[in-house]
């Protein structure tokens, strides 16, 4: 401000006596908040051009300051392209859950379900694919190539995604990789593997995976090509989705065919309904579906559930066992503090301190094991791989109870996570971390509450909680790498199921006023709403605000 203008400032300021033209912003800002614009920069804008106004001794209408803080917003960035309507993620709503524990519960490297385990299954599929081209064609093959584009282009360095792809066409299935294997590619990563083809073998390296566009018309965030050439010529390229979980779609792809549930279900509510009337729990209801639409047997599922309940336990032991001061890998140069939690928290005075610590402790731990890029388990997802391994240790190895009573609650946190796979979505790309930390911690509110044997609305109920109190949350991880603020998410998403369980366990269930379809369809709007910024960009949020030296 300039001299004179101050002087004729202070001066109009003093005669008008007490009256301030400053004193009321509603004077100042425009009280119609046009729509589309973000509320606060507007608001800011309009009250900046209605004080210079005032302080340059003009008046300036209502119309005016609108118009003029709508001229001076900064151009949003151009919005995500909606879904296309013929991914099987957007048409999923319409009929009744057909998804199956093997394709939800997967074994597989960290540290991220969308960015490790799903690029791994759609290279080794290509590889299957390509095998199958005719001699001829396969006698001219030079090259083989991935290209990565939107969310696994932008973050996908962080994730290790390159080192997944590569593995996946070299021939390695997520649930078997020897995670020492992705580590030798991080630390050579000039190796060259020969890959078979026919009569050919095609050398192949991290070179041959491109991070492409991060920006552009696609189909879903996380999307990638993968090819053979011959030169320039392309053989056989194919455009997959990792489409969150470790759920992978591609061009022209229909789901496959199933068999019909026992207890067709889209709604908790409908599934409620089953198991009320039925006098069955919501685990034994998911049972009987599981066994009806993939053909099994009873032992055949609980098996699985078994597999995958030990594969839990292991994560958790692993991570406790790392020593104290473990350097995770990547630039954030993150200690592991697992084990230190654990064993400070077992100095507590209280009881309940000691639970929490030691809560948070086994969430740290199995959550370290993905920053690692060591197997984990898709509950739902990779960076959420801490949450429910957490009850699952800590229920069973801990409390000691019957391995039943986990296997029970096991199939009900396979309904939560089912029905917002359908409904909403498992891709923090898509949704931001309520649809990872947020739906694991639903799955672990039910999954303890079936453990001590609630009815079924006390399970909805604190399936509905949990979910609740992560709704809005983003997704926003420093550098790219899972790792903040991913492994401590997982430890509050680990005490929020507990308290969320404790909660609903305690009051009047029938008074529980939010039901739990309701909170999932909050899920799904919150997702298309979020800006895309905060969708597993690594542009904003904690991303942008912590500086590493
Ligand atoms: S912030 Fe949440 S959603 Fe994003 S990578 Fe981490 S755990 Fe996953």
Redo the contacts with the bound molecule.
């Keep these: 401000m300039n001299k004179a203008l101050d002087r004729s400032l202070i001066k109009r300021l003093l005669e008008a006596d007490c009256e301030d033209p400053l004193a009321s912003t509603d004077q100042l800002t425009s009280q119609e908040i046009p729509p589309g614009v973000d509320r606060r920069t507007f608001l800011m804008r309009s009250a900046v051009g209605g004080a210079a106004a005032v302080m340059m001794g003009h008046s300036i209408s209502a119309q005016e300051r609108t118009a003029k803080a709508l001229a001076t917003l900064p151009q949003a960035s151009s919005p995500k392209p909606p879904l296309a309507a013929d991914l099987n993620v957007v048409k999923k709503g319409q009929g009744p859950v057909l998804t199956t524990a093997d394709e939800f519960y997967k074994v597989g490297p960290g540290p ?1 379900s969308s960015h490790t385990i799903g690029p791994m299954r759609i290279t080794y599929d290509f590889y299957q694919r390509a095998t199958k081209l005719p001699a001829d064609k396969l006698a001219r093959a030079t090259k083989l190539q991935v290209n990565l584009f939107g969310s696994l282009s932008a973050t996908g360095k962080g994730h290790g995604t390159e080192r997944a792809a590569l593995a996946g066409l070299v021939g390695n299935e997520p649930a078997t990789v020897d995670p020492k294997f992705l580590d030798s590619l991080r630390d050579k990563p000039d190796q060259t593997f020969p890959v078979k083809l026919g009569d050919k073998s095609i050398n192949v390296s991290l070179k041959d995976i491109i991070y492409d566009a991060t920006k552009g018309d696609f189909k879903h965030p996380n999307t990638m090509t993968v090819k053979v050439l011959a030169g320039d010529e392309v053989l056989l390229e194919q455009e997959y989705y990792s489409v969150g979980g470790g759920f992978i779609e591609w061009k022209g792809y229909t789901p496959p065919k199933k068999n019909p549930p026992k207890y067709p279900f889209r709604l908790m509510k409908e599934l409620r309904a089953h198991a009320d009337n039925n006098k069955i729990s919501i685990a034994k209801v998911i049972l009987a579906n599981e066994m009806s639409i993939a053909g099994r047997t009873e032992a055949e599922v609980y098996a699985f559930i078994d597999k995958i309940i030990n594969a839990m336990v292991a994560t958790v032991k692993s991570g406790l066992s790392m020593p104290e001061d473990d350097v995770l890998p990547g630039p954030i140069k993150l200690h592991s503090k697992a084990a230190t939690v654990y064993k400070r928290a077992m100095d507590d005075k209280y009881a309940s301190d000691k639970g929490i610590g030691a809560l948070s402790a086994f969430a740290l731990a199995a959550s370290e094991e993905n920053g690692r890029g060591h197997l984990v388990i898709t509950a739902p ?4 791989a801490g949450v429910m391994p957490a009850l699952v240790y800590g229920l069973l190895e801990v409390r000691k109870l019957d391995r039943q009573k986990i296997r029970d609650g096991m199939l009900a946190a396979l309904a939560v996570g089912y029905l917002c796979k359908h409904h909403a979505t498992l891709s ?1 790309a898509e949704g ?2 309520q ?3 947020g739906v694991a911690s639903s799955m672990a509110a039910a999954l303890t509450a079936t453990a001590y044997d609630a009815e079924s609305r006390v399970v909805e109920n604190a399936a509905e909680s949990a979910l609740e109190h992560h709704l809005g ?5 420093v550098a790219g790498y ?1 790792q903040v ?2 492994i401590e ?2 430890a509050f998403g680990a005490v929020k199921a507990w308290t969320a369980y404790a909660i609903a366990s305690n009051e009047i269930a029938s008074r529980h006023r939010v039901d739990f379809d309701a909170t999932v369809m909050a899920l799904a709007e919150t997702a298309k709403d979020m800006n895309s910024k905060y969708k ?1 960009t690594s542009e904003a949020g904690l991303a942008l605000s912590v500086t590493l030296c």
Excluded: K
């Excluded at 997802?381 to 959420?384: A, E, H, L, Y």
């Excluded at 949350?473 to 991880?477: E, L, V």
């Design positions: 991220s997802t990779g960076g959420s923090a931001g971390c649809a990872e930390i949350m983003t997704c926003d991880p899972v603020p991913c998410r997982c597993e």
